[in-house]
């Protein structure tokens, strides 16, 4: 009927109301997801192509339903957007991310860095940035061991602009997430103060389709680079991709053939078995 419904499918098959009332019980849910800590972490490792050393993480946020099992965040974060409820639980995901960090420094993980999403309702808010400082100092975290990844829609206002220049100035990292699938190219990004670009996974896919592939992606790395910026891909899922990747000069190289998004748990033996090979 409407487009965007699908959004809620899955909270259809549960509940079954009306959009009204399904919404009113959703930010109902919501609340008590987060009360309850019912949002959590997953982490997928970041190589070092040069090194083939795990250099960071990227946290990917998770809903442990009690009743519906570990819901994934296409499911629940557009509706979050819609409801404004991705303001709270964006700062609560931010706020576990530098809990962990603590966490491994304690045990000594060798983790330094973890990657946060970060949704253009959250950069569009003026508290933003300022929130996030607090969090870094809160912790006691270098503020370059945080980096948050946003899209190119949330970088087209003012507000957005504001936060990431305050973002920047305070050493916090930021990425640009799933190039490549926007509309702008890399020259209207240069008033952007981003470290990093992160060349999404459709792009990558496109590699060893054929025999001179990729041409858009080698040429993404190259004049990401001639900016000095760091290039991630992500997505690698075959051992192809990563030949070709490192061959054209990409620094960084994420998914699912280095490894899947994990809990927490896993994240200590991950290292030294992925250090050991
Ligand atoms: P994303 O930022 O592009 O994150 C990468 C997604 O690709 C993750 O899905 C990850 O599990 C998946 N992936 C990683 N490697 C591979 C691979 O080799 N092949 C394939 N096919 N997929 C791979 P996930 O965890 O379901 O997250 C989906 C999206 O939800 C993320 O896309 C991001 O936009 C959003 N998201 C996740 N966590 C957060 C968060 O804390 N806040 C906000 N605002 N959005 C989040
Ligand atoms: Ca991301
Ligand atoms: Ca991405
Ligand atoms: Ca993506």
């Known amino acids: 009927k409407e487009a965007g419904r699908g959004q809620y499918r899955f909270f259809d098959q549960s509940l079954n109301l009306n959009k009204d009332v399904e919404e009113f019980h959703l930010e109902q849910a919501f609340a008590a997801a987060l009360k309850n800590r019912e949002f959590v972490l997953h982490y997928q490792p970041q190589v070092c192509l040069n090194t083939m050393r795990v250099t960071g993480y990227e946290t990917l946020v998770r809903w442990q339903h009690p009743e519906f099992g570990l819901v994934y965040p296409d499911r629940f974060i557009p509706v979050a957007e819609k409801t404004g409820f991705v303001i709270p639980m964006g700062l609560e995901v931010i706020r576990l991310a530098c809990a962990q960090l603590v966490q491994w420094r304690l045990d000594q993980v060798p983790v330094k860095t973890l990657a946060v999403n970060v949704s253009p309702i959250q950069l569009g808010r003026s508290e933003f940035c300022e929130q996030v ?145």
């Open 133 to 277: 400082r607090a969090l870094v100092d809160e912790h006691c975290l270098e503020p370059g061991q945080l980096e948050l990844e946003i899209t190119e829609t949330a970088i087209l206002n003012d507000q957005a602009m504001a936060n990431l220049h305050c973002l920047k100035e305070a050493g916090i990292r930021l990425s640009l997430d799933d190039f490549g699938t926007g509309y702008s190219g890399l020259a209207h990004l240069e008033a952007v103060p981003v470290d990093k670009l992160k060349i999404d996974r459709s792009l990558i896919a496109s590699i060893c389709n054929s025999h001179d592939d990729s041409p858009v992606v080698s040429s993404t790395i190259i004049l990401a680079k001639r900016m000095k910026l760091q290039v991630v891909a992500e997505g690698v899922e075959t051992p192809e991709q990563l030949v070709h990747l490192k061959v054209a000069g990409c620094d960084v190289a994420q998914g699912y053939h280095l490894g899947r998004p994990m809990p927490a748990g896993d994240v200590p033996e991950f290292i030294r078995n992925f250090h050991r090979l």
